[in-house]
């Protein structure tokens, strides 16, 4: 019997992953984009390790199709999630209004435990009355500050002088019998360098 728990315990058991937490303080965007500002800065855990199983007793061919699997996450780590809004410069007329955000992951140790703590009792969906996001806004004025200039990258385009492109045919695929020989060379570009740094 112990045998056979043994196996039915393993066959729930589908794949485990690992993951490691990349903190980010920098990031370019195009340059189009404009009104660069720190929004919302929230306690955010991202899972480290998680495991995926099978639902015991699930069917995946009965008459409502279902995924019989589930990812579950024993480890994770604390991180404080910065949000930044600027203005779409390349689709102003987006659902948002032209508005958009990107985010930045700082490591919770850069700060000190009382204002974590105090960013996490805040950190929630349901605020009706405003008070936490107040409170996360005070967080981000006190202990971070945002940089947005424009700077120079060297970014690779095709050297479209010296690459052979094959020219498509009508359904979109190359002519027949030509091989493609793409070349690249170095080209400068303009980005928006943003940078968050903590006071």
Known sequence: ?????????????????FAQITYTDSQDLPREHSNFHLS??????????????RIPGCREDGEASR???ETRVLESKAVV?????????????????????TYFYLDT??????EIARLAANTSLWDFSGRKFRARKAFVKKHLQLTAKKEPRTIQVVD?????????GESGEPRPGCVEDIRYRPATTIVNALKVTIK
């Open 1 to 17: 019997m112990k045998t056979l728990a043994l196996v039915f315990g393993l066959a729930l058991s589908v794949t485990s992953a």
């Open 40 to 53: 919302d800065a929230t306690y955010w855990l991202i899972p480290t390790r998680t495991e995926t199983v």
């Open 67 to 69: 995924v019989c699997t």
């Open 81 to 101: 999630k910065v949000e930044v809004e600027y203005r779409d410069g390349i689709n102003p007329h987006h659902e948002n209004r032209g508005r958009a955000w």
């Open 109 to 114: 140790a850069k700060f000190p435990e009382a």
């Open 160 to 168: 479209v002088r010296n690459s052979r492109l094959c020219q498509e």
